[in-house]
């Protein structure tokens, strides 16, 4: 049995927080939340609450220096959840965690995003007491956010194939052997979400139920596995960093990861319109539009691809960077995604 977070599922679990929680506290959230649970989680054991406004790591030191308690609640998406991890983590104290929306597999992975002077690093080791995923806090966030989080999981798809080709090829590091246990396990959770597109359409129960127990797998895999990314990502997020570096701007995680799944099952010719007609089921806004870049910025991104990989020196082997990127290919995956080619 893997190592996953405790999680419950349920309603009205932040009414029941101060009474549960270790004393004193603290709560780490963002301000436009708080109004909606500062009466349910203000007690006399509340010591500070602290508004997210930096992930870099000197000044998430600095915080965790001052906050004086026994017991760290995070509230919120990625960010809270996040600097909760890092502040209990530094000061080695008991951490509960509450997402308020699906949109990364953040509250059930082990390090923290943070930033070091502008660079994202994934430090820190920090199992919450739990994870409480109340029904009716996450409909509250926007359903394209909580549809969006199907992105890390739908990688799989594309990261499977990458990981079987660079084994084919001689390619694959020999750290990272092809291993038909992980992919079996990781398929399974990939199905689980895929079988259920229409509740994670509709955000229902099911569906949030279905998607979060997913990305719990997939939050703690990446400590299950050894830190091998193989089993759970590949060449679409190659795609999504190398964007990022062009572009310098903040993404939807899994909105732009769900594109690069797209953009590479077609390069892979791994039956992309499987995979598309999933994404349409289960109504992921992944156009460039929905994003708010343009057609153009995509293609850079794809064709800065081997060049970021170079750069970067850490990534694995994947179809980003053994097949080339040409103008027939970004011509006919731009209609294609777009709908033109029909
Ligand atoms: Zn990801």
Known sequence: MRQLFNTVYGRNLVAEVPAVVFRPYVVITMKDLWPRFEEALTSPYLVEVHFVDSLEITDLDALADRLKADAVVGLGGGMAIDVAKYIAWRRNVP???IPTSMSVNAPFAHRAAVRD????RYVGWKVPEVVWV?????????????RSSVGDIVC??????????????GKCEPKW???QAWVDEARGVLDSVLNAAEDIRAVNDEGIHTLMEALRWGGAAFSNTGWNPRPIEGSEHTFFYSLEYLTRRPYLHGQIVSLGVLLMSYLQDNDPEFIKGKLDAMGVAYQPEDMGITWEDVREGLKYMPTYWEQAGNLWYTVAVDRPITDEYLDAVQAWVSGDAR
Do not use: C, R
């Open 134 to 146: 109340d029904y009716d806090v996450i409909k509250s966030a926007p359903e394209f956010m909580n």
């Open 95 to 97: 951490l509960f965690q």
């Open 177 to 179: 052997p092809y291993d």
């Open 156 to 169: 799989y798809y594309t990261g499977h194939w990458d990981w079987k080709m660079a084994t084919e090829a």
């Open 117 to 120: 002077e502008g660079v994202l």
